[in-house]
C-alpha cells in the first residue's frame, strides 16, 4: 500500500510534484559548503556542527515563535540562541592510555576514548568501536550524532561514543579481552560508565562478546552492590541480560528508514521512480552487521542486490546476489571476493548503476569528486557520515534523495528496549504469552459457538478456521514479535515526524535538514522546560 505525506498533498490541486519544492531553490536558504574545507575532506566534528548550523538556522524563528512566556522578543532571541550554544558543543571528553602485557611478553600502551555529547537526558548512550582511526574529533562528532539520533526516534538518551585505537585483527582472543575489561575500568573510575550515566553499545569491530566482558567487568567491581548492573551496556548476548534482535536492529532499521519513503508516492514521483520495491536494485558498500541485515530484509522485500563492496574487493552480478548465500560465503572464506556467480567489479562500486545505494561502511565515502558519478536515485545511509557537506549539496542539485544517518537509528531503538528489560529484571512477553494464547483461542471458540446457535449442527459442527496469518500469531508475541513491532512502529514514526517538518519549512529532499530541525525542535525543548538552574 503506497501513501501521500500529510492532509496538504491530499487537499492540493493539481500534481504530486506541485507539492515538494524545486530542490535548486532551497540551495539559497543554506550555506553548504561552511562546514567543509577546500579540498573536500572536512574534519569530522566540524561536519557534523555545519549540519547542526543549517538546522538551526532555518528553525531559529519558529522556536522564538513558540515560546509562551512574559520576556520581550529581544530577550527570547538571547534565550533560542543562548540555548542552541548549550546544544552544539560536546559536554565532556575522556582520553585514557593504559598498559596490557601481550601474550609474547611485550608490553603495550593503549589509547582510548569516551565524549558525552549532551546529558539533556540520562544515561548518555553511544557504541564502542575498535580502530586505528578512532581520534578525539570523531568520538565527538559520533556522540553528536547520537545525540540527535535518540531525538528523532525519541528515545531518551544523551548522546556519547567511545572508541579504542586499535586494529583488533592484530590482537588474540585473550589480548582483546583484557584490553576490553581495562577500558571498562577506565570508564568506571572515571565515572563514564552505569546504568543510570553513560550506557555502551557494540558498533565497528565489537560485539555481543566484547558487551559480555564489559558487564561481567561492571557487575563485579564498582556496580558490585547494584540490581541493575547489567544494564550498564546494551547488545549483550541473550544469557546475560540481552534481547532478541538486537543483532540486527541496526540494518532492520536502514531497511524501515527505505521502506517509509519508498512507499511514499509523493516522494518517488519527485524521483520519477514507482513506489514500492519490486523491481528496485540495490548496493551495498560494507559487508558487516549493518550491510549483511540491510541486505537481507531488503532482499526479502523483493528489491534486488546487484553489488557489494569491501575493503578487498566488490563483486557484481546485474542477476543478483543472495544473501545468505554470501554470509555463508564470507564466513567460510573471509571474503567476499571470489564469490560464484558473480564477477569483480574493479571500478568504484558507489558509482554502478542501481536505484539504491546504502554506503554502510566508514564516514566520508560520498564527495565532491564522486558525487557527479552517482546514479542512485536513493542514498540509504547506513554508516555514521558517509556524506559530506559538499556532496549532500550536489544530491539536492541532482534531485538525489538521501536518507541521512541520523534516521538510521534502529540499534539504539532496541538498545533502549533491552535497557529496559534490565532495569525491569523480565523478558518482554513472559507475563501476558500465555494469557493471550488462551484469550485467542476461546475467542476462535466463541465465534464458532455463536455460529452454531445462529445456524444449528444439523450438518455436524461449524469449523472456524485461522487464516494463516492468525494462527502464526494465535500463541501470542513473543520477545522477538515484540522488538520487531516497537522497532517498526518507531522507525516510521519518526520518517512521518521528517516528512511533516520538510513540508512545514518547505525543505524538498533535504531529509538531512528536516531531520536536524526535528532533533533540536525536541533538545531544545528540553533545555527550555528543565531550566538553567547554575548559570
Known sequence: MYRYFGQILTRASGCVDSALPASASLRQLRSYSQAADKDDDPNFFRMVEGFFDRGAAIVEDQLVEDLRNRETPEQKRHRVRGILKIIKPCNHVLSVCFPIKRDNGEWEVIEGYRAQHSQHRTPCKGGIRYSTDVSVDEVKALASLMTYKCAVVDVPFGGAKAGVKINPRKYSDNELEKITRRFTIELAKKGFIGPGIDVPAPDMSTGER??????????????????????????????????????????????????????????????????????????????????????????????????????????????????????????????????????????????????????????????????????????????????????????????????????????????????????????????????????????????????????????????????????????????????????????????????????????????????????????????NEAGLTFT
Open 210 to 527: 566484547e558487551m559480555s566482558w564489559i558487564a561481567d567487568t561492571y557487575a563485579t567491581t564498582m556496580g558490585y552492590h547494584d540490581i541493575n548492573a547489567h544494564a550498564c551496556v546494551t547488545g549483550k548476548p541473550i544469557s546475560q541480560g540481552g534481547i532478541h534482535g538486537r543483532i540486527s536492529a541496526t540494518g532492520r532499521g536502514v531497511f524501515h528508514g527505505i521502506e517509509n519513503f519508498i512507499n511514499e508516492a509523493a516522494y518517488m514521483s519527485q524521483l520519477g521512480m514507482c513506489p514500492g520495491f519490486q523491481d528496485k536494485t540495490f548496493i551495498i558498500q560494507g559487508f558487516g552487521n549493518v550491510g549483511l541485515h540491510s541486505m537481507r530484509y531488503l532482499h526479502r522485500f523483493g528489491a534486488k542486490c546487484v553489488g557489494v563492496g569491501e575493503m578487498d574487493g566488490n563483486i557484481w552480478n546485474p542477476n543478483g546476489i543472495d544473501p545468505k548465500e554470501l554470509e555463508d560465503y564470507k564466513l567460510a572464506n573471509g571474503t567476499i571476493v571470489g564469490f560464484p556467480n558473480s564477477t569483480p567489479y574493479e571500478d568504484n562500486i558507489l558509482e554502478a548503476d542501481c536505484d539504491i545505494l546504502i554506503p554502510a561502511a566508514s564516514e566520508k565515502q560520498l564527495t565532491r569528486r564522486n558525487a557527479h558519478n552517482i546514479k542512485a536515485k536513493i542514498i540509504a545511509e547506513g554508516a555514521n557520515g558517509p556524506t559530506t557537506p559538499e556532496a549532500d549539496k550536489i544530491f539536492l542539485e541532482r534531485n538525489i534523495m538521501v536518507i541521512p544517518d541520523i534516521l538510521n537509528a534502529g540499534g539504539v531503538t532496541v538498545s533502549y528496549f533491552e535497557w529496559l528489560k534490565n532495569l525491569n529484571h523480565v523478558s518482554y512477553g513472559r507475563l501476558t504469552f500465555k494469557y493471550e494464547r488462551d484469550s485467542n483461542y476461546h475467542l476462535l471458540m466463541s465465534v464458532q459457538e455463536s455460529l452454531e446457535r445462529k445456524f444449528g449442527k444439523h450438518g455436524g459442527a461449524i469449523p472456524v478456521v485461522p487464516t494463516s496469518e492468525f494462527q502464526a500469531r494465535i500463541s501470542g508475541a513473543s520477545e522477538k514479535d515484540i522488538v520487531h513491532s516497537g522497532l517498526a512502529y518507531t522507525m516510521e514514526r519518526s520518517a512521518r515526524q521528517i516528512m511533516r517538518t520538510a513540508n512545514k519549512y518547505n525543505l524538498g529532499l533535504d531529509l538531512r535538514t528536516a531531520a536536524y530541525v526535528n532533533a533540536i525542535e525536541k533538545v531544545f525543548k528540553v533545555y
